[in-house]
């Protein structure tokens, strides 16, 4: 690997750190919501969506775009989003062996343990565990 893709690679890391780290605090503020990527009913009574309670996606979305609303965005950011969630869902594979959304979907899953989950994966570095 050359120099310049080495370096490329870990900004891209610390982005995705940061990114990881943001979502965990809008986890831990908002709340966790489960079916969907925010909690509807308190939109439908006034607040505002990226206030709402959060799934890991939403919160995630929350943390890169500003809303969890999908839409059409900033390209830019959608590459952010997708190396996110890839390393999410990599960390989420090695630490527990379980896909994205079964990891999420537990049970005894609280806001404190999916913050905590997120900020772990903020931490991993792919290299170290191969």
Known sequence: MSTTTHTAARA??????ADLRRAAEF??????????????????????????????IGALRIAIFGTPIPADLDESKDQRYGEALEHLTTWVWYAYGLRLFPWFDR????????AADLRSAAAWRPETHR
Request: glycine residues 6%.
């Open 107 to 114: 049970a005894r899953n609280t806001a404190q343990d999916t």
């Open 12 to 17: 891209d890391l610390h982005q995705v750190e």
């Open 27 to 56: 986890v831990l503020r908002n709340g966790l919501h489960r079916g969907s990527y925010y909690n509807h009913e308190q939109a439908a009574e006034g607040t505002r969506p990226r206030d709402c309670r959060v799934d890991v």
